[in-house]
């Protein structure tokens, strides 16, 4: 196989760092450009090349990728980020490469929790009853507050006094109690689900600290994936956050259109949809079949250390000297 270029974006957070590590992992010859809006990141010693980028909603974000693109050679595009995902996928014909994205419409509805809501309870597919704060009815005991846009637990508010008075922007849902889970689905070329893994999980400032994969939700979980890859403009990975309830019924709360930041753990644990996007829109094949086992997964701090370094603008490769401890 010739040395082919992969462009994983979003390489300071722990998604695009993962997805660089899946692909390290997988010892072909691929060579790894990485993007953030950083240009120093924990990531740029995963890459071969490492490049700043604005946020991607700012009108330049397109034309650099494409610079980037054209003088890097790059074979596969591969996002990390909601965001991300939605403008390369709306202007993926400017861009002279292949990327592995939902459709921009699609995405685009899973940016807004409230338009994911109203979406999948349109079409018979459970998720979570949302109100726009302002409209909120107070009909649930205890609720919670969030923005409609964002990632992780950033701006949550559990039980606020006065939620139709919230800043605009936020979003009411009933606060279920029981199990958190996370369901990662993968959707091959032909737009069948080719797979989903499911783990309960603990998170810590919206991140995933302690992980056991589970299978006794594996039925329903894949009548809801079904469902939702049927409506279409889905495309190779995206995730389902779920609480189980005391009552046994699972509740889709949100949607992750894009790989999960789990996707190195359930790399090691038979889920490999890195892989998987590897295999279909690199090397043209079929990918591998899903093999999931039984384990638990935790996660650590550790140490990217560039001895006798001074200056951040020259730590952006692999090719860089640095101690991993």
């Known amino acids: 196989m010739e040395k082919r270029t992969v462009l994983v974006t979003g390489i300071g957070g722990n998604v695009g760092q993962g997805i660089l590590r899946n ?3 997988l010892n072909l010859p691929i060579r790894l450009i990485g993007t953030d809006i950083a240009s120093f990141t924990p990531g740029n010693h995963l890459c071969d090349v490492s490049c700043q980028v604005p946020y991607s909603y700012d009108e330049s974000y397109i034309p650099k990728l494409q610079d980037i693109i054209q003088t890097e050679k790059v074979d596969l595009v591969i996002p990390s980020t909601d965001y991300e995902v939605y403008y ?3 202007n993926a014909e400017k861009l002279n490469t292949v990327v592995v994205a939902s459709e ?3 995405a685009k509805i899973y940016l807004d929790k409230y338009e994911t809501y109203k979406y999948l309870s349109s079409n018979g597919i459970p998720f979570a009853k949302s109100w726009i704060a302002s409209e909120y009815d107070f009909s649930e005991k205890e609720i919670i507050a969030k923005p409609r846009e964002g990632r992780g637990s950033r701006g949550i508010l559990l039980n606020p006094e006065k939620p139709n008075q919230l800043p605009q922007g936020y979003m009411i849902q009933p606060l279920s109690k029981g199990i958190e889970i996370t369901t990662a689905v993968y959707v091959n070329k032909q737009g069948n689900l080719h797979g989903l893994f499911t783990m309960e999980r603990s998170l810590t400032n ?3 600290t302690e992980s056991k994969v589970v299978f006794q ?3 329903e979980m894949k009548i809801i994936a079904d469902k939702m890859i049927a409506l279409g403009g889905l495309v190779g990975s995206f995730n389902i956050q779920s609480i189980v309830t005391d009552e046994g019924s699972i509740v889709p709360f949100e949607i992750n259109c894009r790989i999960s930041g789990t996707n190195s753990i359930r790399h090691n644990l038979g889920f490999q949809d890195v892989k998987y996007a590897i295999q279909e829109y690199l090397l043209n094949e079929i990918p591998d079949e899903p093999k999931p086992i039984e384990g638990i997964a935790t996660r650590i701090l550790m140490d990217v250390v560039y001895p006798n370094s001074n200056d951040f603008d020259k730590l ?3 090719s860089v000297s640095h ?3």
């Open 323 to 325: 101690i991993i401890y």
């Open 316 to 318: 952006n490769n692999n």
């Open 206 to 208: 919206g991140t995933t």
């Open 104 to 106: 921009a419409k699609t």
């Open 217 to 219: 939700f594996d039925d």
């Open 23 to 25: 692909i390290r992992s």
């Open 88 to 90: 390369l996928s709306e």
